[in-house]
């Protein structure tokens, strides 16, 4: 079982290009999850998914689209990339939505450059 | 606005006892997370309190002050591998999940 993949593991793009960032979870979780983490600052969510066919705005959505076909996977989209963007990135997953309501379980992380 | 306070660094001896504080000002409360992170890795769950008291997991322990606003991660019996992020979260009213920025806990032989 591998619980939470991402990829890729790193990317360095440049400003301008449109990216999606890969999260496949096989742990039939209703909720996903994307967050953000950048120095000093805590995880900070960017979109949700409560369940399959469902989206929702996080905390830090602009420049960032995502969509969720089926359970396991989880797409995060930059349509058009910016320097501001240059972040460490986790896709998580819980049992069940909304986020505060349950464990939360992480991906390795996708580590973005935008130049 | 809603806030997450821990200290940023500290510093401590293999085999000692620390304690790493969390206070937190939100719109509601709902339960209080403690994840721990190493270095270039994803968080991973420790504990979760809801109830105030001690919850005691091992060599960890959690305690919660609803009144207060405050919690503590406590480790005990320090190992180097215990030399991490450790992230306090907050669900707020709207079962919205709130994150401290982490402290950095740093062992020493």
């Known amino acids: 079982i591998a619980g939470i993949t991402q990829a890729p593991t790193s990317q360095i793009l440049a400003a301008g290009r449109r990216m999606t960032l890969r999260c496949t979870q096989d742990m039939r979780h209703n909720a996903m999850y994307w967050y953000r983490q950048d120095l000093g600052l805590g995880l900070r969510l960017i979109h949700y998914s409560n369940t399959a066919g469902t989206t929702g705005k996080g905390e830090v959505p602009d420049g960032y689209s995502v969509s969720r076909a089926n359970t396991d996977d989880f797409p995060l989209t930059l349509a058009s990339a910016v320097p501001s963007q240059t972040s460490v990135y986790f896709c998580?997953?819980?049992?069940?939505?909304?986020?505060?309501?349950?464990?939360?379980?992480f991906g390795p992380g996708t580590r973005l450059t935008v130049l | 606005g809603q806030n997450i306070d821990q200290p940023t660094e500290m510093t401590a001896t293999e085999g000692a006892i620390v304690q790493i504080n969390c206070t937190y000002q939100?719109?509601?409360?709902?339960?209080l997370f403690w994840y721990q992170q190493h270095a270039g890795e994803a968080p991973t769950f420790l504990s979760y309190?809801?109830l105030d008291g001690l919850e005691e997991k091992g060599r960890f322990s959690s305690f919660l002050s609803r009144s207060k606003g405050y919690s503590y991660l406590l480790l005990k019996e320090l190992q180097m591998k215990d030399s991490a992020s450790y992230l306090c979260?907050?669900?707020?009213?709207?079962?919205?999940?709130?994150w401290g920025a982490g402290t950095k806990l740093i062992i020493k032989p």
């Open positions: 939100t719109s509601g409360f709902n339960g």
């Open positions: 998580a997953s819980s049992r069940n939505g909304p986020a505060g309501t349950d464990t939360q379980y």
């Open positions: 309190n809801v």
């Open positions: 979260a907050v669900i707020d009213s709207n079962y919205q999940l709130i």
